[in-house]
Nanobody, 124 residues
Framework: QVQLVESGGGAVQSGGSLRLSCVAS????????MAWFRQAPGKEREFVAG????????NYADSVKGRFTISRDGAQNTVYLQMNPLKPEDTAVYYC?????????????????WGQGTQVTVSS
C-alpha cells in the first residue's frame, strides 16, 4: 500500500506560480510511475503531467506544456509539480497518483493509488 499526501495548493493571481508536492509513504514507491491529475468543478478529471519511475521520462497535457514541470526526488519520496505562469483555467483540485507501471501514461485507470487532492485557484 502507498499513501500519498499533496500540499502546496493555494490562491494566486493569473501569471503567478505554485509548486505542488506529493509525499509518498508506505511501501517503497521506487520505480512507480507518478502523475498529477486535476478536476475542475463540473468537469471530468484530466491528466496534467506524468513521470517515469526513474524520473527520466516525462509527459504533459498540451494545455500545460511549457508552463508546468514535473519532477521527483527519490531520496525524499516526493514528486513535485512546478506551475508557472498560471492561468484562470488552471483552477482545479490537483491529485497526485502512483502506478505500479513504470511509466503509466495519461489514463487514470492506470494508477493504483491517489492522494486526497489540493485546491489551486487562479484569479484573473
Amino acid at each position: 500500500q502507498v499513501q500519498l499526501v499533496e500540499s502546496g495548493g493555494g490562491a494566486v493571481q493569473s501569471g503567478g506560480s505554485l509548486r505542488l508536492s506529493c509525499v509518498a509513504s508506505g511501501r517503497t514507491y521506487t520505480n512507480y510511475g507518478m502523475a498529477w491529475f486535476r478536476q475542475a468543478p463540473g468537469k471530468e478529471r484530466e491528466f496534467v503531467a506524468g513521470i517515469s519511475g526513474s524520473g527520466g521520462r516525462t509527459n504533459y497535457a498540451d494545455s500545460v506544456k511549457g508552463r508546468f514541470t514535473i519532477s521527483r526526488d527519490g531520496a525524499q519520496n516526493t514528486v513535485y509539480l512546478q506551475m508557472n505562469p498560471l492561468k484562470p483555467e488552471d483552477t482545479a483540485v490537483y491529485y497526485c497518483a502512483a502506478s505500479r507501471i513504470f511509466f503509466a501514461g495519461t489514463t487514470g485507470y492506470s494508477y493504483d493509488y491517489w492522494g486526497q487532492g489540493t485546491q489551486v485557484t487562479v484569479s484573473s
